[in-house]
């Protein structure tokens, strides 16, 4: 029911031409600054990889996501650190051993690839899902620690 009310409130609000302003001007779009750098080709993924699945060398983020070329992960992950999404660890062994992990601004971007992956669950279920059901998130994260994520997003 209150999915019902939800879409027929969404339905009227554009029917209206419903405007959403800021009460602030901007000076530069905040979508398209944030795009600048997360709308990169593989950034999204890397961020992903470091933040989801916990991979945090650099061979083990090549062998995750197919295409991808070792020259432009050693570039994005140069520019995730210059814009601080990430931060590089050396640990003192011998080979040295390099390893990334998230920056809290870069834990401030999982809420976001949640709702990614909600949308995608959700009208690309024909694609994503084998059964080709949509699912909610907490259908396909049902763990107690990834709640709290899926909470931030509302």
Do not use: H
């Not at 031409?17 to 779009?29: A, D, G, L």
């Not at 945090?56 to 520019?79: C, D, Q, Y």
């Not at 009208?123 to 396909?140: A, G, H, N, Q, T």
């Amino acid at each position: 029911m209150q999915s019902i009310k939800r879409q027929e409130v969404d339905k009227s609000t554009y029917e209206n031409n419903w405007v959403i302003t800021p009460k602030v001007r901007f000076i530069k779009c905040p979508i398209r600054t944030t795009l600048g750098v997360l709308g990169k080709k593989w950034t999204i993924l890397i961020i992903r990889d470091i933040g989801f699945r916990r991979i945090a060398r650099f061979n083990r983020l090549l062998e995750s996501i197919s295409g991808l070329t070792p020259r432009v992960l050693s570039m994005r992950l140069k520019e995730l650190e210059e814009e601080n999404f990430i931060e590089c660890e050396q640990e003192s062994r011998s080979p040295s051993m390099v390893i990334w992990r998230l920056t809290q601004k870069g834990r401030d971007t999982l809420p976001i690839l949640m709702q990614l992956t909600a949308f995608g669950s959700k009208w690309y279920s024909d694609i994503v899902f084998e059964d080709k059901v949509p699912r909610m998130l907490i259908e396909i994260f049902p763990q107690p620690e990834v709640r709290d994520l899926i909470n931030k997003i509302g």
